[in-house]
């Protein structure tokens, strides 16, 4: 069985340019995660998905950043436009009802 | 207060020790714990899931959760090079939904 899938794996871009990440959730899981994790620190939750509705968002810089799931599987993670502290891992991971989570390897997102 | 709290690190311990590593938590509705191992540039790969308190043994891994003290531990018998890597723990309740709470890591290197 396939885990979860991201793309792309790296991504260098200047300030102020938009980028955008891609996550394909284990089939069949309904929960879908997006995750920042900075260097030495543990995911921190950007946003969550159950199905197609976003339950929690309350993380989520809507300023700059937004999401979306399309047709409550697949999901897309913007930045527009970025900045020199946006530089991180993003992780998206999914999971079914009361149970583990499962990781993507990620996207390091570098900003210069 | 956060609601996981882990020692970062860095552990380091000569080839066959024994490793304990080790998450205290502040919300006593937590039943669901994991602990998850991260390689280097890799996204976190899930090592061990247990509900509720006891123990639940895998190979060389063994979980425990005891919730009367709030204090979850993994250990690692017979710890090999290749079980250096930073590991995280998470937990979960049903009264907070699919929402996970991560430790901050912690840095183990296992010297040959």
């Known amino acids: 069985e396939a885990g979860v899938v991201q793309s792309p794996r790296y991504k260098i871009i200047e300030k102020k340019q938009p980028v955008a990440f891609w996550c394909n959730p284990i089939?069949?899981?309904?929960?879908l995660y997006w995750y920042r994790q900075n260097l030495g620190q543990g995911p921190e939750l950007l946003i969550r998905?159950?199905?197609?509705?976003?339950?929690?968002d309350s993380q989520l810089p809507k300023d700059r950043f937004s999401a979306e799931r399309l047709k409550g599987v697949d999901s897309t993670l913007k930045i527009q436009p970025a900045e020199l502290g946006d530089s991180a891992v993003y992780l998206c991971?999914?999971?079914?009802?009361?149970?583990?989570?499962?990781f993507g390897q990620g996207t390091r997102l570098t900003v210069v | 207060q956060k609601e996981v709290e882990q020692d970062p690190g860095p552990l380091s311990v000569p080839e066959g020790a024994i490793v304990s590593l080790n998450c205290t938590y502040s919300?006593?509705?937590?039943?669901?714990f994991m602990w998850y191992r991260q390689y280097s540039r890799k996204g976190p790969e899930l090592l061990m899931y247990?509900?509720?308190?006891g123990n639940k043994e895998d190979g060389r891994f063994t979980a425990q959760v005891d919730k009367s003290s709030k204090y979850i531990s993994l250990f690692i018998r017979d710890s090999q090079p290749s079980d250096s890597a930073t590991y995280l723990c998470?937990?979960?309740?049903?009264?907070?939904?699919?929402?996970?709470?991560f430790g901050t890591g912690t840095s183990l290197t296992v010297i040959p």
């Open positions: 991971a999914s999971s079914l009802v009361n149970t583990e989570a499962f």
């Open positions: 089939s069949g899981h309904n929960t």
């Open positions: 998905y159950e199905n197609e509705e976003a339950v929690d």
């Open positions: 919300n006593s509705a937590f039943q669901y």
């Open positions: 247990t509900y509720s308190s």
């Open positions: 998470a937990m979960s309740s049903p009264n907070t939904g699919n929402q996970f709470y």
